[in-house]
């Protein structure tokens, strides 16, 4: 069993920052690659940022120089910070993780989202 748990949404201001966290639970698990996914009111889901297991970080257009994602395999941990936020921003987003488990795999997982709303 593995669940994948975000944090670190909420409400911010236009120009602001918030930085996403989200973790991995279940023994013998190892995050392979990871990325996050947002989904806004009335529009369908789609990448934000991804780290390849080689390391590779890929961002959409509207992410570049604004968000950055990292991953901390020790904590079993992927966290996204979010600057320059602008009411576009405004969405659910999701953690989606590849990960060993049992040494196999690697395996599929999403989180339940956290809500990121940019309003003044």
């Known amino acids: 069993q593995v669940d994948v748990v975000e944090s670190g949404g909420g409400l911010v201001q236009p120009g602001g920052s918030l930085r996403l966290s989200c973790a991995a639970s279940?023994?013998?698990?190892?995050?392979?690659?990871a990325g996050w996914y947002r989904q806004a009111p009335g529009k369908q889901r789609e990448l934000v940022a991804e780290?390849?297991?080689?390391?590779?970080?890929n961002y959409a257009d509207s992410a570049k120089e604004r968000f950055t994602i990292s991953v901390d395999k020790s904590k079993k941990s992927v966290y996204l910070n979010l600057n320059s936020l602008m009411p576009d921003d405004t969405a659910v987003y999701y953690c989606?993780?590849?990960?060993?488990?049992?040494?196999?795999?690697?395996?599929?997982?999403w989180g339940q989202g956290t809500r990121v709303t940019v309003s003044s």
């Open positions: 279940g023994r013998s698990v190892s995050l392979d690659a």
């Open positions: 780290l390849t297991a080689s390391g590779w970080a």
């Open positions: 989606h993780i590849e990960a060993y488990v049992d040494y196999s795999g690697p395996y599929e997982y």
